[in-house]
């Protein structure tokens, strides 16, 4: 999941930067600050995530492909050989949870250092500065640093001992510009945008946005200062002598002298008139970013495989032979029921509340710690002796003495009805397991050629024979476990058999350790050609 929801906040992050482009262009065109364009594009890049996770009613899902475990292979004949297909692990992104999630947090806590040990240099180098006054200002004059803007309690503009023997005009400049970032709070906005990389640092799309943020505040820097004084040849010159001279601070402050590809556009912006059709361009910029805020929040969420949608209100419950009639508000959910068996059912088996049939009926079990550690999807039966029997019917690993709580939830669309059993005590190494309740199914890894019987060869008989058994913790079939439940020919049955009896499995494994499971295992027949 970890995976699936970078990648959604990196599509998301994606299509604010189309709203940042667009808003930039329409602010621009329409005479206002193009910061607000970037702020809001960080914004968004945050909020339309957070709110699909906190609030995912109100988001579509997209369901992640889940990984197909490892399961039993097929024991194939033709000519009389085995066919011994090696174990292949499907690959899911949820694979990659466990090592993103530190991946995360290294990088989170890295750059969260980095920012530290900037501050801290910022202040040690900030000790060798003189204080001055420059034209009425009060300044921090350095060897070489500057002119840009220092700290953030109080923000003081800091300027090179070079700047000091400019000219009287080039210095006003120069002092106008870092006082528009003082006064346009933007030493605090940078901050606040370096701030939320904190938390999602392996986004390259936020950083692009930080990065954007950064022209468009020099840019509003440079119309505030040219609004002011309206020199833009002289303002521009400055500009290239400052970046043939600046040094940066640790912080990347707001200054004077940019990225020479910042210079570039700030430059042009300043030379360049609006267009006469201005107000129909910046109308089709603002539409545009209108769209790709709509698709941001329409995009679907990730989910998990088999992702529910919300589960209708439950009507009514049933325990033992007693009915009792539920409140219609959806939050209605007796204490005594297992945690999320509502929305678990609809989790695991969505296709049966999408298409409910008369005597549908889902079974659960749950351990003592309240975890699925089996469960079913099937039809009530005339035979079936209340909830337990049902559960025993369709979960048929566990045994009802160990029950110490049972009952049954009736779906809205009384169409649908599920049953759980809770047991007092974890299970022990001497229960069987479906393969459904395993984190790791058993595995064929080698077998004896399988002996096909000569007279359905010399007939051009073929098919596929079912076999069920017990895989104990070793690998090997239980012998009084192997049973066919399905054949195509009783004289294929005891081939079947000894294929399974002489196999060898990879056990299977729940939550680590190694546990008998219960699997239906193909054993195919095919003569040769």
Request: with cysteine; glycine share 8%; proline share 8%.
């Given at each position: 999941?970890?995976?699936?929801?970078?990648?959604?906040?990196a599509a998301i992050a994606v299509l604010f930067v189309v709203v940042g482009e667009a808003l930039e262009r329409a602010l621009h065109l329409a005479g206002r600050a193009t910061r607000c364009a970037w702020v809001a594009a960080l914004a968004g890049s945050y909020v339309v995530p957070a709110a699909a996770w906190l609030r995912p009613s109100a988001f579509g899902a997209l369901a992640q492909p889940a990984a197909e475990p490892a399961v039993a292979g097929p024991i194939d004949s033709q000519d009389g050989h085995s066919a011994l297909p090696a174990p292949v692990r499907s690959f899911?992104?949820?694979?990659?949870?466990?090592?993103?999630?530190?991946?995360?947090?290294?990088?989170?806590?890295?750059?969260?250092?980095?920012?530290?040990?900037?501050?801290?240099?910022l202040a040690a180098v900030r000790r060798s500065w003189r204080g001055a006054t420059v034209d009425g200002r009060a300044v921090l004059v350095s060897n070489n640093v500057g002119p840009a803007v220092a700290g953030l309690w109080p923000p003081r503009i800091v300027l090179p001992e070079w700047a000091l023997r400019l000219g009287d005009r080039e210095r006003r400049l120069m002092l106008a510009h870092e006082d528009q970032h003082?006064?346009?709070?933007?030493?605090?906005?940078?901050?606040?945008?370096?701030?939320?990389?904190?938390?999602?640092?392996?986004?390259?799309?936020?950083?692009w946005q930080v990065r954007r943020l950064r022209l468009a505040v020099e840019m509003d820097c440079d119309a505030r200062v040219l609004a002011h004084d309206g020199d833009a040849p002289a303002y521009g010159e400055l500009l290239l002598r400052v970046e043939q001279r600046r040094a940066r601070l640790p912080l990347g402050a707001?200054?004077?002298?940019?990225?020479?590809?910042?210079?570039?556009?700030?430059?042009?912006?300043?030379?360049?008139?609006?267009?006469?059709?201005?107000?129909?361009?910046?109308?089709?910029?603002?539409?545009?970013?209108?769209?790709?805020?709509?698709?941001?929040?329409e995009a679907p969420r990730p989910v998990g495989p088999k992702a529910e949608?919300?589960?209708?209100?439950?009507?009514?419950?049933?325990?033992?032979?007693?009915?009792?009639?539920?409140?219609?508000?959806?939050?209605?959910?007796?204490?005594?029921?297992?945690?999320?068996?509502?929305?678990?059912?609809?989790?695991?088996?969505?296709?049966?509340?999408?298409?409910?049939?008369?005597?549908?009926?889902?079974?659960?079990?749950f351990d003592a710690r309240d975890s699925v550690i089996g469960h079913a999807a099937g039809f009530r039966e005339a035979?079936?002796?209340?909830?337990?029997?049902?559960?025993?019917?369709?979960?048929?690993?566990?045994?009802?003495?160990?029950?110490?709580?049972?009952?049954?939830?009736?779906?809205?669309?009384?169409?649908?009805?599920?049953?759980?059993?809770?047991?007092?005590?974890?299970?022990?190494?001497?229960?069987v397991l479906t393969e459904s309740m395993v984190d790791e199914r058993p595995v064929f890894?080698?077998?004896?050629?399988?002996?096909?019987?000569?007279?359905?060869?010399?007939?051009?008989?073929?098919?596929?024979?079912?076999?069920?058994?017990i895989i104990d913790t070793t690998g090997r079939a239980e012998p009084a476990s192997v049973q066919v439940v399905e054949s195509p020919h009783p004289g294929f049955d005891q081939a079947a058999r000894n294929a399974v009896l002489q196999a060898r499995f990879r056990g299977g494994r729940f939550r680590g350790r190694a546990v008998r499971v219960l699997i239906t295992f193909p054993v195919n027949f095919r003569p040769g050609r």
């Amino acid at each position: 999941m970890i995976a699936a929801w970078m990648l959604y906040c990196a599509a998301i992050a994606v299509l604010f930067v189309v709203v940042g482009e667009a808003l930039e262009r329409a602010l621009h065109l329409a005479g206002r600050a193009t910061r607000c364009a970037w702020v809001a594009a960080l914004a968004g890049s945050y909020v339309v995530p957070a709110a699909a996770w906190l609030r995912p009613s109100a988001f579509g899902a997209l369901a992640q492909p889940a990984a197909e475990p490892a399961v039993a292979g097929p024991i194939d004949s033709q000519d009389g050989h085995s066919a011994l297909p090696a174990p292949v692990r499907s690959f899911s992104l949820g694979n990659l949870d466990a090592a993103l999630t530190w991946a995360w947090g290294l990088s989170s806590v890295a750059l969260l250092c980095s920012l530290g040990a900037a501050a801290l240099r910022l202040a040690a180098v900030r000790r060798s500065w003189r204080g001055a006054t420059v034209d009425g200002r009060a300044v921090l004059v350095s060897n070489n640093v500057g002119p840009a803007v220092a700290g953030l309690w109080p923000p003081r503009i800091v300027l090179p001992e070079w700047a000091l023997r400019l000219g009287d005009r080039e210095r006003r400049l120069m002092l106008a510009h870092e006082d528009q970032h003082v006064r346009a709070w933007d030493p605090w906005l940078l901050a606040a945008a370096m701030s939320l990389l904190v938390l999602a640092p392996w986004n390259p799309v936020l950083w692009w946005q930080v990065r954007r943020l950064r022209l468009a505040v020099e840019m509003d820097c440079d119309a505030r200062v040219l609004a002011h004084d309206g020199d833009a040849p002289a303002y521009g010159e400055l500009l290239l002598r400052v970046e043939q001279r600046r040094a940066r601070l640790p912080l990347g402050a707001p200054a004077l002298g940019e990225p020479v590809s910042f210079l570039g556009r700030r430059i042009r912006r300043m030379v360049t008139a609006l267009p006469r059709w201005r107000w129909t361009r910046a109308t089709a910029a603002t539409m545009v970013a209108g769209a790709a805020i709509i698709a941001a929040c329409e995009a679907p969420r990730p989910v998990g495989p088999k992702a529910e949608s919300e589960p209708p209100a439950v009507m009514e419950l049933e325990r033992g032979a007693t009915q009792h009639q539920a409140p219609t508000t959806p939050s209605y959910w007796p204490a005594y029921w297992p945690a999320n068996l509502r929305r678990l059912a609809h989790q695991y088996y969505p296709d049966v509340f999408a298409h409910p049939l008369p005597g549908a009926a889902i079974a659960f079990v749950f351990d003592a710690r309240d975890s699925v550690i089996g469960h079913a999807a099937g039809f009530r039966e005339a035979g079936d002796d209340g909830c337990l029997g049902v559960v025993d019917r369709l979960v048929p690993a566990f045994h009802t003495s160990k029950a110490s709580l049972s009952g049954c939830a009736r779906a809205a669309n009384r169409a649908v009805i599920v049953y759980w059993k809770a047991l007092k005590q974890v299970q022990s190494s001497d229960d069987v397991l479906t393969e459904s309740m395993v984190d790791e199914r058993p595995v064929f890894l080698s077998g004896p050629p399988l002996e096909y019987p000569n007279l359905l060869r010399q007939a051009g008989i073929q098919g596929r024979v079912l076999v069920r058994a017990i895989i104990d913790t070793t690998g090997r079939a239980e012998p009084a476990s192997v049973q066919v439940v399905e054949s195509p020919h009783p004289g294929f049955d005891q081939a079947a058999r000894n294929a399974v009896l002489q196999a060898r499995f990879r056990g299977g494994r729940f939550r680590g350790r190694a546990v008998r499971v219960l699997i239906t295992f193909p054993v195919n027949f095919r003569p040769g050609r």
